[in-house]
């Protein structure tokens, strides 16, 4: 299985801020990576698939990058709604697997 | 609106069995697959198989084969998910969530509300 790491496990932030996470697979995944959003007691949202292409309804503040085996995922000014906890998942082979998360917190 | 409406909550003893059910509404259910993701408390998101709708063909993780089943009612739009044998560190929140139409399908553009499984004696 493809393991999918995230960097940092959690990062304290300010409303504004520049938000910059991390996705590292063990090989590559080509362009299909994926972002989710999860905020507590909820499902998770997708926010972001094939890397870059950015859900319907998903504020243009969130953007992806990168290709094959590293990924980035920006917030580009931090927003309330956005304190949570956010997956990066391998869509290229099977099984998919995810990332184990990072979260978001108010500093 | 796509929606999946997962059941409520159990709570069950070891070694017993446990069906969930993931109702679709809002778009052709035979059109999309149906995926089962778990998550223990506190933990990150595992994958547990897919199901075809259209054909009832499903494929598990390794780890679920032999313990997992997943089958689909077509009239009613309805996935479920049987697990059986259940040992305490099945307790988590299982989502239902539908198979994006791209790439591969492997990654999930709508998904349930999920359902809490709380495996204790």
């Known amino acids: 299985d493809i393991q999918m790491t995230q960097s940092p496990s959690s990062v304290s932030a300010s409303v504004g801020d520049r938000v910059t996470i991390t996705c590292r697979a063990s090989?590559?995944?080509?362009?299909?990576l994926a972002w989710y959003q999860q905020k507590p007691a909820r499902a998770p949202k997708l926010l972001i698939y094939?890397?870059?292409s950015l859900q319907s309804g998903v504020p243009s503040r969130f953007s992806g990058s990168g290709s094959g085996t590293d990924f980035t995922l920006t917030i580009s000014s931090l927003q309330p709604e956005d304190f949570a906890t956010y997956y990066c998942?391998?869509?290229?082979?099977?099984?998919?697997?995810f990332g184990q998360g990072t979260k978001v917190e108010i500093k | 609106q796509v929606q999946l409406v997962q059941s409520g909550a159990e709570v069950k003893r070891p070694g017993a069995s446990l069906k969930v059910s993931c109702r679709a509404s809002?778009?052709?259910?035979?059109?999309?697959?149906i995926h089962w993701v778990r998550q223990a408390p506190g933990q990150g998101l595992e994958w547990m198989g897919w199901?075809?709708?259209?054909?009832?063909?499903?494929n598990l993780a390794q780890r679920f084969k032999g313990r997992v089943t997943m089958t689909r009612d077509t009239p009613i739009r309805t996935a479920y998910m049987n697990v059986n044998r259940l040992k305490s560190d099945d307790t988590a929140v299982y989502y239902c969530?539908?198979?994006?139409?791209w790439g591969s399908g492997l990654d999930f553009d709508y998904w349930g509300q999920g359902t809490l499984v709380t495996v204790s004696s």
């Open positions: 090989q590559g995944v080509s362009s299909w």
């Open positions: 998942q391998q869509a290229n082979s099977f099984p998919p697997t």
């Open positions: 809002r778009y052709t259910f035979t059109d999309y697959y």
């Open positions: 094939a890397t870059s």
């Open positions: 969530a539908r198979g994006a139409n």
């Open positions: 199901l075809n709708p259209k054909s009832g063909d499903t």
